[in-house]
């Protein structure tokens, strides 16, 4: 598989090779400030494509971040330790990783380097895979986490601290991001280090939390022969469970060549999962029992250092000054009950304590510490400056929209198909004849139409554009968090969150107006003329306008949903408010409250009703002056509106091998189809287009009558055009349209 397969002749145990990444990006140094997000859908890409595409995305940020990463190595090992050491043992351990990641990795030896010379200022395909399997062949680390949940937290549901303590050089802290991968039904978000595998701290979009800390043995190295990665297994938990149980299931038997204890939190619970080097994992919860040597007795609080708590676990390093120091420190501070619970602020607090230096909680090698809050996907964090050097009052930085959605890349604009056909093809528009090149920048941040203007976002520091015959600057600022349309009933504006600390403005089509200098807004709807915000993070709800009104709506915020439901008289907004706060509604100055059930899988407007899926098993029901349940099946996996012409329904793909449905007040419910978990639901006319996914094909309902429009599936996007719809089915398949026969339209695809 390698070029290289030198005989081992020596062991060596490297304690600050911490490279765990094969593209990367650069950090800021100032306090406060955030890491790059590398942000990729992954869906209809192959293996290779994936790998290839992050590589380009990096490649075009930083040119040089091949030198800072091959720099890095050099000051962490030697050329001899490399060649006879860490390499033999990567290549034993890269064969036993999954497929997948394998692939995506293998993508890399067509644009990296070929020889592996450390220090040469060139990362060769060797290095990379080295860097990659770091965690798994030679290192030692010191990290703490704690956490909290039921109703010792303040939101009933855990919040999670955690520090990741690793020694590192200013090569290794300028590479710190955030890498957030989308598929088709998860989202998963790997704190620590940009790049397409691998995991020590990372969510997903089910709310699972997943960090690794060494529990050493004083073992020698047992020899990579038939061991697994467990960055790579870490980073396939993110990608397929959404429970610690189905997380210690996967995890717990696999052959790995330390000992860890892997922190997991679900949005009910944290255990740690204790795994000894050479043995099955058990799981730890607050009130297991453990080794004689140690105690916790704290209800509803866990904590976890570098060693094993567990009666049944090997007895290691309990005597070690810096875990036993933290251990105890921790148990210290775990002061919550009922009474007082702990908010994201206290668990901030614990990660940020610098008593007992220098095995405090926080000390001078930690690189990251993280806040996490399972049930609304919320972190904080800190992390390291380039200097190494921490500050006085070191402060974590919010990160409220990682699981934000792809921007859109095809959109109708004056009778004509716009199209982002990436970073090497650029923005292009289709007449119904001929394709014109708009820009040769793509692979934007976001598309919307505004005033009969095209309106790009084309991010990587170019800038806010619209476009009417010629493109016209809007800002230099770009990458926006969040970005609308707002008719305030006299004129419609542009509202641009642009995040990054620098504020939420509208454009009146003269001029920019500043709203807020709070920005990175978890939410930003239109109700009743009015913006309506959340702006996460303890600060409220509000609504701004007509004209420069802002009123603070609530002291609630990191809503679950929020919508306006016109019930056939009035137009309310409604609120599902999460965290056990229930769904209320705003009319007239005044709030009332419609269920003490929240925290809803979907919530939409139906024939005048509000629908809400409740999840937790607790069904789907509407409201129009009471609640009626409409099913006891819910957390389902979409939900749509759907005029046939004969009457306006609910469709439903109630996912879970339970089939597509469809609702309506006189008929009730008729089954569509056994298949189920679709993979796209589209109105079109009065006729339903399904792509039904997994390997199924696109299909129409027209009437009672399926038809098969297209043994393709997994579409990349269909946008509906009145008389046709238009599909882009994904690399090479290209981008079609459909009235009573398909059309080519490009070879191209927004996929590609």
Known sequence: MMRKNRFLNKLF?????????CISLLASSSLGAKIPVIYLNTQNKSDTEVGLNLYYAIKKKIPDFEILADRHLAESTSQTTFDYVLLPRAEKIFENIPENYKNRLKALQAVLDDEDIIGDDKLSYN??????????????TNCSSFGVFNNYSNLNSPIVGRNFDWGSNEHLRALQAITVLEDASRIGVSIGFAGIASVTNGFNSNGLFVAIHDSPMANAYPGADGKRSYVFDLTHVLETCSSIEEAKDFLYNKPYTYSYNILLADENNIQILEHPQGENGQLRSY????????TWGKSNQIGVVNCFALQDSPANNVSYFFSSTRWNRLMDLAVFDSDNPASMDDVESIMLDTANSPSS??????MQSMVFSTIDRHLRLYTIPISGSHPADPEMTDYP????????KMLMWDSKLVVDFGEERGLYSF????WSKLSGWGNVAGMIIWNDRLVIDFGQDRGLHYYDTQWHELSGWDTTANMLTWDDGSNTHLVVDFGNDRGLYYHDSSNWQKISDWDDAGKIIVWDNKLVIDYDSGRGLYSYGPGPNFEKLAEWDSVSNMMPWNDGTSEFLAVDFGLNRGIYTFHEGSWSKLAAWDSSSHMMTWDNKLVVDFAQDRGIYYFDTQWHQLSGWDNCADIQEWDSGASNNLVVDFGQERGLYFYNTTQHWQKLAGWDDVHKIIPWGDKLTIDFGNSRGLYTLDGSIWNKLSGWDDTSQIINNGNDIVVDFGCGRGVHSYDTKWE???TWSIAD
């Open 13 to 21: 145990y490297m304690t600050t090779l911490v490279f765990i990444v």
């Open 127 to 140: 290095e990379a895979i080295v860097s990659n399997l770091t965690g798994d062949i030679g290192r030692s």
């Open 287 to 294: 009130d297991s029992t453990l080794r004689p040597e140690l």
């Open 361 to 366: 909680i926080f000390n001078s090698i930690t």
């Open 401 to 408: 929209s990682l699981l934000k959605l792809n921007p859109n």
């Open 431 to 434: 007449d119904g004849n001929d």
């Open 744 to 746: 080519a339209l490009s």
